[in-house]
């Protein structure tokens, strides 16, 4: 079988995100989004916050279970939890040019600490091109409008984080 890890911080998934699992169901058998838990910063939602999130995204989106997507968290390095997974494709979704060096150098650190895992890259739904966790958590502290950059689910629960 093959197994992507689709490794982020996902705080809040947005539906860039969401748009890119859906394009790598048509490449790979299983996707497992892995949520980082990154002690040295400080997140908006907890872990399990962001996990529930994305699990009730990717339903939505597939209109029910989607048994071919897990939902985990991470702490450490990727290679490290890649190889208790099984899994030998890192994958990771490219927006604009910005995200390229970035990606570049994340890739190579990678292959660096574990050769035989492969980083794979799927270029965002233009439709998103512009949509990160980011800007969206920026914008709606701000007073912006996000609810539809983010999943059905989401929003609600952004603005009530930012007590809205
Ligand atoms: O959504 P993000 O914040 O761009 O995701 C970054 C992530 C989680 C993919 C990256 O920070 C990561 O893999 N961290 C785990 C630590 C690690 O393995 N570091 C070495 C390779 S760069």
């Known amino acids: 079988m093959t197994i992507a ?15 890119l699992i859906q394009s790598g169901l048509h490449a790979f058998e299983k996707i497992v989004v892995a949520v980082l838990s990154n002690p040295k910063k400080t997140p908006l939602f907890t872990v399990n916050e962001r ?11 597939s209109g029910g279970p989607e048994e071919r997507v897990e939902v985990d968290s991470f702490e450490g390095l990727l290679v490290d939890y890649c190889r208790q997974k099984g899994a030998k494709i890192v994958l990771r979704g490219l927006r604009a040019v910005a995200d390229f060096e970035y990606e570049l150098q994340m890739a190579n650190m990678n292959r660096h600490l574990e050769p035989g895992i ?6 965002a739904n233009d439709a998103y091109f512009y949509v990160s966790s980011n800007l969206v958590k920026e914008a709606a502290t701000l007073g912006g409008e996000v609810s539809r950059l983010v999943p059905p689910s989401v929003g609600p629960k952004l603005y009530a984080k930012l007590g809205r």
């Open 118 to 123: 492969e980083t794979m890259f799927i270029m």
């Open 5 to 19: 890890i689709y490794p982020g911080s996902f705080d809040p998934i947005t539906n860039g995100h969401v748009s």
């Open 51 to 61: 996990i529930e999130m994305i699990r009730e995204s990717i339903d939505d989106a």
